[in-house]
């Protein structure tokens, strides 16, 4: 692999459409453009369009009138059009990795996986999209019939954040267009480019005008409150924080909305006397520094057994003392920049605060000089149980390791947090394996690997991480209604 141009950087963002897309047309912004901004740098990239209000719901007046057809459009052409979206997206990879880089800041490496992961929804729902069934069944007195059907819940708001500019819009609008549902998608300000290619890829696979309708803008609240107001919209899917999906969810009761609620995380990372301490570093290694540490899914907490403690904290210290950190376009980097100053401000207060309650850094704990958002890959040992970044999501590169003395202090520790997307755990006792995964109070189990994320697989939460579930055979649950209908025999 070689460092990329500016030529190319430059080719890559051009071919970008940057206004909205609404009933099938690219149109400019009533309230003008804001710019998006490469955190390697802090410079700006490209300037895109900004919704108003009145943009919003135009691109709903769109769904809604593009939703009778589409909800009848024959299941097998409709997931013809995710697969060969996801076909385009295999055949970009490179210029949509690059795209992702330049916006969000990670490897090209990580950018890579993220394209192919995103683009793995596509063709798993464009598989589920022949499979919606129902049921026919003779009533328990044997004198009518029961007849179940699933029908499109109707037009979605589909609100995501900026840590995977691709891969979260994908798992929603995967199923939402296998289902027969139209929508409004709201990529995240800091990161909209993915989006906006892959809305561009979608128009070129054949969807339909008004299926799907892009909205970027600035004021999230003041243009999405109406949408959500709405009696219209039938559905809102939000990944985001759990401070945002808690105020959407309290304004998606006045419509009783359909609700996905894709929310933060803290995740534990068990590590049992019994497990190899290597295979235990590579997968905290993948666990803690998938996408900088700014996953939903990283690992926030290592709960190591005392005996291995020291060891697992030293090895990993050594591993991410050794990651090139850098512009996520140059050649061998491993870690990029954080997405904004705000960002790496909360890294720096964590880790500040545990180091002043007695936390030792083995390895960094410092921003980076210069332009860009950079924090240094950080382990910290002899955390006590006061740190704030015990509780909190760290959302950057610092792994915080504690030590404990058996099964049910590990589990204690594991579970005391009001988050429950994902844990991890290491052991090579099979019955202590599944002991542990059923105690643990999380929607997702890591067991012996460091990462989860598989487009066949329901992934979602428990708990203050939400609730619903993106990808497997449940990812289109989401998207559907179930309709009985009483026959009369
Ligand atoms: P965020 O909650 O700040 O924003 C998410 C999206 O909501 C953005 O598009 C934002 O513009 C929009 N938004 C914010 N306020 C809004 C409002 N009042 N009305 C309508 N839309 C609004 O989250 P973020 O900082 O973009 O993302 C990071 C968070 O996302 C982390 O907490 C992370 O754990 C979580 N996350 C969860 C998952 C999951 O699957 N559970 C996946 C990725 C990220």
Known sequence: MTTITASE?????????????????????????????????GEPLCEIADASADDAKAALDAAVEAGAHWSQHPPRERGEILRRAFEAIIAREDELALLMTLEMGKPLKESKAEVAYGAEFLRWFSEQAVRIEGRYAVAPNGQGRLLTMQQPVGPCLLITPWNFPLAMGTRKIGPAIAAGCTMVVKPAQLTPLSMLALAKILEDAGLPSGVLNL???????????????????????????TEVGKKLMEQASDNLLRLSMELGGNAPFIVFDDADVDDAVQGALIAKMRNIGEACTAANRFHVAESIAGPFAEKLAEKL?????????????????????????????????????????????????????????????????????????????????????????????????????????????????????????????????????????????????????????????????????????
Not at 379 to 398: K, M, Q, S, Y
Not at 457 to 473: L, W
Request: net charge negative.
């Open 321 to 489: 003392g050794a990651m090139k950190v850098g512009r996520g376009t140059e050649d061998g980097v491993d870690v990029g920049p954080l997405i904004d100053q705000s960002q790496r401000s909360k890294v720096t207060e964590l880790v500040d605060d545990a180091v002043g309650r007695g936390a030792r850094p083995l390895v960094g704990g410092h921003a980076r000089e210069g332009a860009g958002y950079f924090y240094d890959p950080t382990v910290l040992a002899d955390v006590p149980d006061d740190a704030n970044l015990l509780r909190e999501e760290i959302f950057g590169p610092v792994a915080p390791v504690r030590a404990f003395d058996d099964e049910d202090e590990a589990i204690a520790a594991a579970n005391a947090t009001e988050y429950g997307l994902v844990a991890y755990v290491y052991t090579s006792n099979f019955k202590r394996a599944l002991r542990v995964c059923e105690r643990l109070e999380t929607g997702m189990v890591g067991l012996n690997q460091g990462m989860v994320s598989n487009a066949a697989a329901p992934f979602g939460g428990i708990k203050q991480s939400g609730f619903g579930r993106e990808g497997g055979p449940e990812g289109i649950q989401e998207y559907l209604e179930t309709k009985y209908v009483a026959v009369n025999l």
């Open 9 to 41: 950087e430059q080719r890559v963002l051009d071919n970008v459409p940057k206004r909205l897309y609404i009933g099938g047309e690219w149109r400019d912004g009533s309230k003008g453009t804001f710019s998006v901004e490469d955190p390697a740098i």
């Open 215 to 241: 909205v970027s803008a600035t004021s999230s609240g003041e243009t999405m409150g109406p949408l959500i107001a709405d009696p219209r919209l039938r559905k809102l899917s939000f990944t985001g924080s």
